[in-house]
């Protein structure tokens, strides 16, 4: 007999597909050199963003991805990472 899929289980395959398609659609974007089609993979891109926050937010709710709260010294850190390396960018 087949196992069964769980609810939990069908949200991590929604989660993971969804991870796929964004990065996908990420590629499509970077890679396009049609502005109409560049303009609709920024678009599907987004959706996608949007309705993977969902899931997760979903999923996360009923404790099926529990994540780690980073710390005000780890999130400094890395908004000062952002902060380098967008004036780095930005000189260029």
């Known amino acids: ?9 069908l949200m991590q395959l929604l989660l993971s597909d969804h991870k796929a398609s964004a990065q996908h659609m990420l590629m499509c974007v970077l890679e396009c050199a049609n502005d109409a089609l560049r303009t609709d993979c920024q678009n599907i891109l987004n ?3 949007d309705h993977q926050k969902q899931i997760w ?4 709710q ?3 991805y529990q994540v780690q709260a980073a710390t005000v010294q ?5 908004q000062n990472q952002i902060n380098q390396a ?7």
């Open 1 to 9: 007999m087949p196992a069964k899929l769980n609810d939990q289980d």
């Open 47 to 49: 959706k996608t963003l």
């Open 57 to 60: 937010q979903a999923m996360n």
């Open 62 to 64: 009923r404790g099926w």
């Open 74 to 78: 780890e999130l400094a850190r890395v």
């Open 86 to 92: 967008t004036q780095q960018l930005q000189m260029q």
